[in-house]
Each structure stands twice: as C-alpha cells, then as structure tokens.
C-alpha cells in the first residue's frame, strides 16, 4: 500500500507509476525497474510501467502516478494505492503470432484491441503489434480488426434511413475538403454527423485545421446536439472516442511515422460505422508523391473499403481522384483553414482546385442520397456555395459546436524563390509537407506553407514559389535549412 | 539552456528529459510531451524523449534526465545543458523499409545499429525494429546484421592461433553446461575466453546462474587478465560490451517474450567473431517443447549458424541434441548453479545427463583443437571432470574473477506432488520455465524449481514432482497458482 503524492509528471499515453529505490516491498516483492504492474484503487486497477526513484521526490509510503495514469485510475493525491504482479497478458501471445506471420481470427484481434483500450499494453508492445500488422493483413484480419475497434468503443444511432459521411485518404497537401462538402450535404438538408482525426503523419489533419476555426473536442451529446440543429457536425474523431483503440494505435503509427493500408481501412470504417453512417464516399488521390502513389495501389485500397465497408454493413462509394499536386494554396492548420473559408464566400482568388474537388465529393453524396439524378450531383452541389447557403451552414455548425474564428498565421515568415527561370514541372509533395511538418504544422496551427507554384505555372528567377510560415523563429530557422538543402522539390525546366 | 538537476529517476535504458511544463523554451521552440530532443553537454550529446513536470520538483530554469542519460551524456548535477530539435533520423527510413517488407543491405543494416548504439533510437523505435526483423530476415540480412553488431562493438586480439567458444540455444531449462565445459577445455590448456548471456525468455540465462558463485560483470581488461592466468574465463558478454547494440535489441525482445531466429544467429556470432575466438560450437538442443520444436527447424539454424559463420571467418561446428525434457534437476540461479558444482565434484547424486552434455561439447572442442582423434574428445574431457582437474580449474576462474562462493536458494518452497500413480509421460519444458519465472528466477537468483519427474520414473501419488523454491512469499504464492491450475505440465499415464 502507497499513499499517493502527485508529482505532476506527464509521459504522454504510457502509464507510469514511480516508488522510491529502497522501498520495502520492491524488495519483497521483487518488483524491479520496467516491471509491467498492476495498481489498484476502489475497486478499479490500471497496468503501468515501474519506475524508480533514488531522490527525495517521494517520501516513504508514497508512490506517484503519470498524469495520465492518475486520470485512467480516476485518484487523487492522497488515495491509498496497491500495487500487485501483473498477471500474463494472453491477448499477448496473439501478437507474438503475428510477429512470426501467422494470420489472426477474429478471436485474436477482439483480445488484442480490448487490452489495448483497457490500457494494458506498453508502448514497446503496442509498437510491436502495429509493426506486426503494418504489411501483413489480409481481407478477413482487416474485417476483424474493424469489428474489434467498433465493439471497443462508444456507437451512435441516429433516427434518419440515410446518415451520409465522407473520408479523403490523404497525403495530397491541402486538400481540406471536408467542411466544404459537410456545409453543402448539411445545408441541402442531409445528415452528416462528421468526425475527423488529427494529422498521423501530415502537417494536418482536418481536425487540426478544424481547430483554427472552432471547438473540435465535443463530447458525444454534444455531437448529437449540434447535428440534430444543423444537419451535420465538424467534430474530432479522438474526443467522442468512436474507436478509441484507434487513437491509441495512431499515436504509435505516429511516432514511426508510418500509416498502413490495413489499419487505415479499420481505422476509416470503424469510426464511420461507430459514426452510425450508412453511406460513406471515399476519395482516394493517388499520384506519384501521394500517400497512394500509383492507380494499382489506389484499386487495391479501393477493393479493401469496399469488401470491408459491405462485411460490416456500410454502402461505400469510391472516388480516385488527382493527387500530383497540392489543393488549395494552404499546407498547415490555419492556412488551409483560410482557403477553406476563401472558397466558401464566393472570393475571386478562391483555390478553383479545392473547390471542384469538393462540389465533386458534395455531389457523389447528394446523388447517393437521391437528391438528384447520377452525374447532376456537382451541379448542384456547387450551387450552394454560389448561393452562399454553404458559408452560412459553416458559420452556424460552428457556432453550434462553441463559437466561430477567425484562423490566425504564424508571425513568421520566410519566402522560397526560383532558382531559374521556367516551368513548374514537377512537385514533391512529401518534402513540402515535411518542410511545413518542421515548422511546426500541426502542433503549432499557424504554421505550415502558402504555395504559389502549382505545375505548368511559367516563374522567373526570384519569383516567390512559396512562403514558410512558422510560430517560432527557432521552428522557421529549421524548415528553412531543410528547404535549402533538399533536392528536388520544386522541378523547373 | 538548462542547469541539470539530479532527480533520481530510474527509467531503464531509455533516455528522459524533464523539463517544467511552463518553461519558456517549450514554448518559444515548440517542445511538446514525448517529442525525441538533443540534450547537448560539453561537445556531447544524447537523443532523450521529454516528459514535462507541473509540480515543483524542478525550480525556474531547471531540467531533469533519467540515471541512464546522466550516464550516457555524462553529465552532474550543476552541469549546464541545452536542448535542441532532433534532425530527422536518416535510419528510421531503413526502419520503415523493413516494417513494409523490403530486403535491407548491408549500409542499412550499418546505419541502423549504429544509431541504435548510439542510443538515438526510442523504445517504440526499437520495439519496431525488432518485431520487423522477427520473421522476416533473409541469410544475407542476417550476414550484414551480425557483422553490423561486430563493427559497433569492442573487439579482442587473442596472441594465439586457436581460441575456443562454445554456445548452447537454449530452451532447456537446467542445461547449463557452459562452466563444466569451459572448466574443461582450460583445464586442457586451451583458450576458452567466455562470455555468456543473461536469460532472454528464459528463467536463467548462463550469466545469471554464474552470478550466484562469482563475480560475472568483468570489464575487457579484468578479462584478458583471467584467461591469461587461468587459460578461460567465465563473463558476462553485457559488461565487456561486445556487442552492445546486441543488448538493446535482447531488452525489447525480453520485453516482448520473442527470440527471433536471425537476430540470435547475429547475436551469437557477433559475440564470438568480437570475442576474438576462431572455432565454435553451438548446441541445437531440440523437442517438441524446447525453443527449437523439431529436427527440420535445428536443421535450417545449422545451415544459417554455419554459413553466417563462414561469412565471418568463424570455424562453426554444430551438435544436434536431445531437448525433450530439463536436464539435471535445477532450474533458476542458484539452483542450476548447485547441478553443476554436483557434476564438478564428482558427487554420487551429481545429475548424469548434465554431466554426458557437458563432455560431448567439450570433446567436439578438444577434437576441433586436435588434442585428440575424432571420437575420442568425450572420454577424455569426461577424465578432467573424474580426476577432479576440471573442479579445480572453475575455483581458480572464479578465484581469478573475484572470489568464488556458494549458490544459495530461496527460502520459501512449496513441493508440487503427483495427483495419481503412473508414470512420467510428458514434460512441457516452457510451462515449467514459466513457473519458475512466476517464482522470481532469474531476477531473484534463488529463486526456481528443483525437477524430480524426469521422463519414464513412475511415481506413486502425493510423491513430490518437483519443488517451486521463492525468495518472497508473494512470489511463492503467484508461481503456486499458475501451477495449481495450470494443465499438460507433467502428463502421467
């Protein structure tokens, strides 16, 4: 038994608990330094890491929990803890299959996904798994981690036949359509109760960008509140927890800087299905520095959202669609926010791209909807921003979830010009996201890149290609040395 | 830049940095919670993870490291340090090749374990690394991964043409031949300069039992001192580091419960080549519950132990041998440590079968030495054990290494007796390893299981099956339950 002192120590996502070196039952017991314990209070136990403590940090009896920790095991400075020998983790013997190749039935990744929720995986074991599915799951194992990741978490049920819903795979810098295509399917009356996720390995994710304009973290209640006002929401997935297996897995997925088909199509498809949608459309861009980088790569992915969204029940559209080059002028949070906003108010310099790429997802759900006939979607679906109905519904979902903004840039900036005179030939998408990634997109919102190259543009030497925003002068410093010594980039010939 | 404060926080081998949430640098530069920084010192520097504090255990000013980053950056209290972002990590893009299922080469393979040595690799990184190379590496990877390990060690130049090593897989429990072997061979007048593991998944690893009668953690110097004093040496291959990116890789492997076929071979052979030896033998013990299950499974370990060997100028011998049942009647520390010195004294209780592996690997070595004809190596190692010659020789090794002194175990016991008459059938080696893990070993070194079952005795019931031995009460009791209720340990029919 601990008494337990808050040492206000935050290590993220891993459970930690520290005792003092020399405390009697370390010895005793035999628990030593990374041991895997469980901690007890009231009934309720978490699994944490065990750290030591040779300082005066602690006295004797006492035991501190990582912030994250206190708040899974809900204690207080104060309580009175117990620690015990963690028991084997079964679901781990699973992992260590899939570590050697073996194909995992639906068993297995229930196991897996309710410890993983429950907390009781380190980060070294949670890195195995995600390593271990990274390359290696067939149709069924896909199928059975999006039914784990739906029965591990919170589900909607709405009161509507059609509950529509979008998702872009990514990878193409700026191609924020989603509050776009939510504001026209909400203001044509449809319900579209959107979640969307932060960035995994992009400069922003459309919750990020999200963020610069409004309250992204609604609970559950406060979701339905605002679809039941307005048609459709703006939320982050994170929050309401549809999946929150997933959220732990993207935070490894993270940190290896890596996204893998498999887990992103349960990801997607558990949180659409937890959303309580019924039809979902699906764009999919795929060129040469996109996340999917070639039309092969885009039918495979296409395939699995669609065996899988029809194995749990979800109608699933798919969209493939032009990913060469980035969509809008905006790459980081704020900056995309403001083409967003550009576009739907009708402004004259409003990115053309972005906008066509939304009316054409907007479309594909009114169709699917029955709102008009096959190919008349886009028409119609652009008609709401000319209309200005659009905005309007941005502005009022907004203020339903908690108040509209204005998005704010970093102070920051530093312009990249042309080396020669030329065309724009060719555009590594993957380089100007990491530049806008190392000025701080998404953690800092203003940050990120204002991008004045698209391909065919004619520049001359000196023209500016694009401009580094950044919160920091530090973070603007380092994007810059990247940008000045990449190959590469930007091709003019 | 930050002055150092020592607050004691033990959390293994990963580097930690504390840092005050409301410092201003975390803002002014972006730092966040779990971002991988360079903790800059003297011409230094280390790559740490940030954790931040809220509490006052750091005053204005004040940053914090884990022990092990005070030692890896050799830093005290006092010490001014700075912090800086972390340049992206070129080798976590081999790291990413891997997960996804491509053939790395040897520069990849170098990159890697060099940064891994140089400890700018997180725990999720590593956990990655692993659990991608697991299943998954061809002969040649495992060439590049051992001579990788090789290049990033310590490395010793013998004056002699012949220098001798032996190596055992594992997954017996008890089958500690390596002090009787290396006992031998020196006493024969052979080089035998060995270093040994500590237990990876299993209840003792060679150095742990070695630890409970002598002094194991010899540094390079100390060991060239011993085998040239007493011919052979008996250390811990951690402390002498010569393969040190090889202990990270077996923490997260320990970490997980896996030992991989291509990271042993490697780990292995690099602590041979490094060790500065010029012939080996490695035991394949194999049976249906040992770590190699079948003859087909030892056969494919043969050829990549021979030809990894072969690509690095070792001269590999391989012995195929019976792993169906533990051998002597110790497992754990101590317990193992008692079997050996039985066989050493010559002891009319001493365990047979340990004695007959013992002699078989070192009269392969004796025969590969040419001291005698093929055939005939076991008889005359047998005699250096008869005469009394090879007892004396472990005194004088451990003598050398430090002091020589008596194993002692556990002093909570529990006799685990049979349920019925009949006779010994089957024995799961990995169900009786888990309990004398369950029972402390190897972290407590008395901790263990004294075997009374050996396969085909009959038994009468309530005779005892073997005895569960605990260094705490609490850990009596855990390793009792599991084999209370545990099935198929000992089958009797």
Chains 1, 2 share one sequence.
Not at 362 to 375: D, R, S, V, W, Y
Not at 414 to 431: C, L
Not at 464 to 479: D, N, R, W
């Amino acid at each position: 038994m601990f008494i337990l002192k808050n040492i206000g120590i935050d290590s993220s996502h891993e459970n930690t608990i520290y005792i003092r070196e020399d405390s009697p039952i370390s010895h005793s017991e035999g628990f030593k330094v990374l041991t895997r314990v469980s901690v007890h209070f009231n009934g309720r136990h978490i699994i944490a890491t065990l750290n030591t403590v040779e300082s005066d940090l602690l006295g004797e009896g006492e035991a501190g929990l990582s912030e994250y920790a206190m708040q899974r095991l809900q204690v207080h400075e104060g309580d009175i803890i117990t620690i015990k020998h963690l028991q084997p983790l079964a679901s781990l013997g699973y992992v260590r299959a899939k570590i050697y190749g073996k194909e995992l039935g639906e068993e297995a990744f229930q196991a897996i996904i309710r410890d993983v929720v429950d907390g009781l995986y380190s980060n070294i074991e949670l890195a195995a798994f995600v390593t271990a599915c990274a390359d290696d799951l067939n149709l069924n194992e896909i199928i059975y981690l999006t039914k784990a990741m739906i029965a591990t978490g919170q589900r909607i049920h709405w009161s509507k036949d059609i509950v529509l819903d979008k998702h872009c795979v990514g990878g193409v810098p700026g191609n924020r359509t989603t509050p776009i295509v939510v504001s026209i399917v909400a203001a044509a009356g449809l319900i579209i109760p959107k979640t969307s996720s932060k960035a995994i390995t992009s400069p922003a994710g459309t919750a990020d960008m999200l963020e610069t304009i409004t309250t992204v973290d609604l609970s559950l209640e406060k979701m339905e509140e605002v679809v039941e006002r307005e048609n459709g929401c703006l939320a982050w997935g994170g929050a309401v927890r549809l999946s929150p297996a997933d959220d732990l897995l993207i935070y490894i997925e993270k940190a290896l800087d890596i996204d893998s088909e498999g887990q992103m199509v349960a990801s997607v498809l558990s949180k659409k299905a937890a959303a309580g949608s019924t039809h979902v459309v699906i764009d999919i861009p795929y060129g040469k520095t996109a996340k999917v980088r070639s039309h092969e790569e885009a039918l495979k992915l296409q395939y699995y959202f669609q065996a899988v969204g029809e194995a749990i029940g979800l109608k699933t559209d798919i969209l493939l669609s032009d990913g060469s080059q980035p969509v809008g002028r905006g790459i980081g949070p704020a900056l995309e926010a403001l083409d967003v906003l550009r576009v739907l108010k009708n402004e004259p310099d409003a990115p053309a791209d972005l906008r066509h790429n939304a009316v054409t997802i907007a479309g594909k759900l009114l169709e699917t909807a029955g709102q008009c006939a096959p190919g008349e979607g886009a028409a119609l679906a652009d008609s709401y921003i000319t209309s200005g109905q659009a905005y309007k519904k941005l502005v009022a979902i907004c203020t339903a979830q908690g108040g509209f903004r204005e998005p704010v840039t970093g102070k920051h900036t530093f312009a990249v010009t042309a080396g020669k005179d030329g065309t724009v030939q060719e555009i590594d998408n993957r380089k100007l996201a990491r530049i806008a990634k190392l000025a701080g997109a998404p953690k800092s919102p203003g940050a990120g890149i204002l991008f004045d190259a698209p391909l065919g543009r004619t520049v001359k030497k000196g023209d500016v290609l694009f401009t580094i925003y950044a919160e920091t002068k530090g973070q603007l410093a380092y994007a810059r040395e990247y940008a000045d010594t990449v190959d590469h980039l930007i091709i003019i010939t």
